[in-house]
């Protein structure tokens, strides 16, 4: 399994800042995904982050509000622009896990709770 | 948009099994049934997979039907530790395919 750190694990933000999330994962991984979670609800898929390339979006989700990099292949970054309350979440951090050439599922790093004031 | 349905909630007594439906009936046939777990102010946990055959780990047993329309998650003694949110995803992991969240079962194990 993989190991994810998320920095960030809280922060209180005043609105109109920007906050940037990283994700450190212990093994080498193609795809990395981010998540929010609002409170009381499951989670959205914000984007999914390849090495080398941009990051794809999800309906409803843009790069000037959320831009990501993934400059190698056991790092990443999200960035939540331009804060509002609305923003108030925790955003989760995701990678894949493969073995014996399929799919084992997806990792999770405990979250990064955000607070917009 | 999720491609499973669960109930909202359920509830089951410590030491019983707790066996958590999932109804999925526009699942392809490439598409892998998971289940995951999120405890509170955790990051989800990965619990179990199949494609066909039931399939069991030190966690859980993965029944799936036959028509691969369904699929029931059973934990066979439940513990006060087990209250959660259960997530019942499908997906083909084998294309790199993006893991969508439905709204999931809440479980209260009752002591």
């Known amino acids: 399994s993989a190991v994810i750190s998320q920095k960030p694990s809280r922060d209180i933000c005043q609105r109109g800042t920007s906050l940037t999330i990283q994700c450190q994962v212990d093994s080498q991984v193609t795809m990395m995904f981010w998540y929010r979670q609002q409170p009381g609800q499951s989670l959205t898929l914000i984007a999914t982050?390849?090495?080398?390339?941009?990051?794809?979006?999800e309906s409803g989700f843009v790069i000037d509000k959320f831009p990501i990099s993934r400059p190698n292949l056991t790092f990443s970054t999200l960035t939540v622009s331009n804060m509002s309350p609305e923003d108030s979440s925790i955003y989760l951090c995701?990678?894949?896990?493969?073995?014996?050439?399929?799919?084992?599922?997806?990792?999770f790093g405990q979250g990064t709770r955000l607070t917009v004031v | 948009d999720a491609k499973t349905t669960q109930p909202t909630s359920m509830d089951c007594a410590e030491g019983r099994a707790a066996n958590l439906p999932c109804n999925h009936s526009?699942?392809?046939?490439?598409?892998?049934v998971y289940w995951y777990r999120q405890i509170h102010s955790q990051g989800p946990q990965y619990i179990i997979h199949?494609?066909?055959n039931n399939e069991t780990n030190e966690m859980a047993s993965l029944i799936i039907t036959e028509d691969r329309k369904s699929s029931t998650l059973i934990l066979p003694h439940a513990t006060l530790r087990d209250t959660a949110v259960y997530y019942c995803i499908v997906s083909d992991m084998n294309r790199d395919d993006k893991i969508i969240f439905g709204k999931g079962t809440r479980l209260h194990i009752l002591p």
């Open positions: 526009t699942i392809s046939g490439n598409e892998y």
């Open positions: 995701s990678v894949e896990s493969r073995g014996r050439g399929r799919g084992l599922g997806a990792f």
């Open positions: 982050a390849n090495q080398g390339s941009e990051a794809t979006y």
């Open positions: 199949g494609l066909k």
